[in-house]
């Protein structure tokens, strides 16, 4: 069983908005740390936005104001809408499990991944 399944990629224009969804396998609890990372081609793995057990979101610098990420538990799915997408913001995302109620940025914290969604803004 997969533990997180990431959707909602597509291909937009700058400007345009689009909403992630990683959805969590029984095993895999969202009340805990999770986050969105995203790798452009020759680039490295970079978080966008984690939120915490609390309640606590926090954003990278490039994505404040833009990116909304939040969970809802009932579903046991976490969630990344973006507005204002920029060329800039194409890559292929991918949600991620600390298994710990503090979140980090650093990617060897996250135990669980997805198998990650393209975004693909034009401009």
């Known amino acids: 069983q997969v533990p997180l399944v990431d959707s909602g990629g597509g291909s937009v224009q700058a400007g345009g908005s689009l909403r992630l969804s990683c959805a969590a396998s029984?095993?895999?609890?969202?009340?805990?740390?999770m986050g969105w990372f995203r790798q452009a081609p020759v680039k490295g793995r970079e978080a966008v936005a984690h939120i915490d057990g609390y309640g606590t979101s926090t954003y990278a610098d490039s994505v404040k104001d833009r990116f909304t990420i939040f969970k809802d538990n009932a579903k046991n799915t976490l969630y990344l809408q973006m507005n204002s997408l920029k060329s800039t913001d194409t890559a292929m995302y991918y949600c991620?499990?600390?298994?710990?109620?503090?979140?980090?940025?650093?990617?060897?914290?996250?135990?669980?991944w997805g198998q990650g969604t393209q975004v693909t803004v034009s401009s």
């Open positions: 029984g095993y895999t609890d969202i009340t805990y740390c």
């Open positions: 991620a499990a600390r298994l710990s109620l503090s979140c980090r940025w650093e990617v060897d914290e996250y135990r669980y």
